[in-house]
Each structure stands twice: as structure tokens, then as C-alpha cells.
């Protein structure tokens, strides 16, 4: 069973990814904030994170990526960037820190399965 790591601070937005992915039978686990997400990482060895850009608590998104990207446990671990900032420059951002794919809010479920599907 695939893991995947939500890293997202609305908790509606984080219920219905979850609600989502356990319903395809993903070993879903949560974390509010970026800080709880680094604490996390290591401990749930996720197959994907799904991060959200601007979160509390002074790590973001694009910060996460960075730091997962330099940590050789997580190479194969996959990124997808969840953000409401959707130019290209937000797009070449997440690329830049590491990202495998950017998903646009708002989003459907059935997009976030289709990109789900599509990295993993």
C-alpha cells in the first residue's frame, strides 16, 4: 500500500484529499504545518507528499520540497505541489525546489487522482 503524506493547513481542504486518496486505499497520513510535516517525514517514509505552498508556522511549501529533496531517504519519494498560486513563475518555483508536479487550487477529486496516479 502506497503512503502519502497531506501537508496542508485548512483542515477542509485536508479532509476531502483524504477522504479522496483512503477511498483508493492510500495509507493517507496529515500534517497541519510544514515543522510538523519535517518532524513526520521520517518517521512515515512516504511514496508521496502532497504540500501545500503557503502554510503557517514559518516553513512553506517550497521550503518542505527543499528540505526533503536534500535528504537522500526521501530520493524516492514523489512531490506534488498543491498552491492557489498558479503562474509559471509559481509553477518554476516548486520545479526549482524540487517538485514532480504542480495541482491548482481549486481542484476535484478526480484531478487530484488523476496527478496522484500520474507520479506515483
Excluded: W
Aim: hydrophobic residues 45%.
Amino acid at each position: 500500500m502506497k503512503k502519502i503524506l497531506i501537508v496542508e493547513d485548512q483542515p477542509d481542504i485536508r479532509e476531502l484529499i483524504r477522504m479522496t486518496l483512503e477511498i483508493e486505499d492510500y495509507d493517507v497520513h496529515e500534517a497541519e504545518r510544514g515543522d510538523v510535516a519535517m518532524d513526520l517525514v521520517g518517521r512515515v517514509m512516504p511514496d508521496l507528499m502532497l504540500l501545500d505552498v503557503m502554510m503557517p508556522g514559518g516553513i512553506d511549501g517550497y521550503e518542505v520540497c527543499r528540505r526533503v529533496r536534500a535528504d537522500a531517504r526521501f530520493k524516492r519519494t514523489r512531490i506534488v505541489m498543491l498552491t492557489a498560486r498558479d503562474s509559471a513563475a509559481d509553477r518554476a518555483t516548486g520545479l526549482r525546489a524540487g517538485a514532480d508536479e504542480h495541482l491548482a487550487k481549486p481542484f476535484s477529486p478526480r484531478q487530484l487522482l488523476q496527478v496522484v496516479n500520474k507520479v506515483l
